[in-house]
């Protein structure tokens, strides 16, 4: 009778065991690919996915937690070379990014807080020479960037503040302040041509009284 009743439960629980985790195949994967993608008894997705272009070339490996991005998200290059890493948590942009040249050389590296751009960043040159450098917050230039030449002269230097250019906003502040005081002298020189002849203007001294001479 116990054997029995242990045969009904194996019987019952097989069935459960395999939807609990599916593996499948990757779509396009060719057929040398061992890697196989897959999800819960839920139907989410774990672990690392693979995704394949119709011609067999891998083109993305993303690692899912219940069907969410967590860790790194990888792309690439048609003929496997990798393009782009980059860290996730809870389905948002959180960690290190890198993006390479086809030749594998980094073309940009730098790092993202709660999906926006924060902290160093770097731009490269393809044969490994600074582009650029300098830092975000909230996403947005902060603080001084450089540019580079190819010899790695530094071309400009620009210092911002949550995005905008401080030597420019200057620039446009002394620009609005010379316009308006050139503004206010025309309407003045404008004012005193429109004054009737003989009129004096307003607070300019009376003339001086000439005393009648003695008889």
């Known amino acids: 009778m116990k054997?029995?009743?242990q045969l009904f439960c194996l019987c019952i629980l097989l069935p459960l065991m395999g939807v609990a985790q599916r593996e499948i195949?990757?779509?396009y994967a060719p057929g040398k690919e061992k890697h196989r993608n897959k999800t819960d008894e839920l139907g989410q997705k774990q672990g690392v996915w693979k995704y394949?272009?119709?011609?067999g070339e891998l083109?993305?490996?993303?690692?899912?937690?219940?069907?969410?991005?967590?860790?790194?998200?990888?792309?690439?290059?048609p003929y496997g070379k990798i393009m782009e890493e980059i860290e996730y948590a809870n389905g948002i942009k959180d960690g290190d990014f890198k993006r390479y040249y086809y030749n594998g050389q980094t073309k940009v590296e730098g790092a993202y807080e709660d999906g926006k751009k924060s902290g160093r960043w770097i731009n490269y040159y393809s044969d490994g020479e600074i582009r650029n450098e300098g830092s975000y917050k909230r996403n947005l230039k902060n603080g001084t960037w450089k540019t580079y030449n190819r010899k790695g002269k530094m071309t400009s230097q620009i210092e911002y503040k949550m995005g905008e250019d401080v030597k420019?906003?200057?620039?446009?502040?002394?620009?609005?302040e010379k316009a308006k005081k050139a503004e206010e002298a025309k309407k003045a020189e404008e004012a005193k041509k429109k004054?009737?002849?003989g009129a004096r203007y307003k607070n300019a001294p009376a003339p001086a009284q000439t005393p009648p001479a003695n008889k």
């Open 25 to 27: 195949k990757p779509r």
């Open 168 to 176: 420019a906003i200057q620039e446009a502040k002394a620009a609005a």
């Open 59 to 77: 083109m993305q490996e993303i690692e899912y937690v219940d069907d969410v991005r967590n860790g790194i998200t990888k792309r690439y290059y």
């Open 3 to 5: 054997i029995a009743k």
């Open 52 to 55: 394949f272009n119709e011609a």
């Open 195 to 197: 004054l009737p002849p």
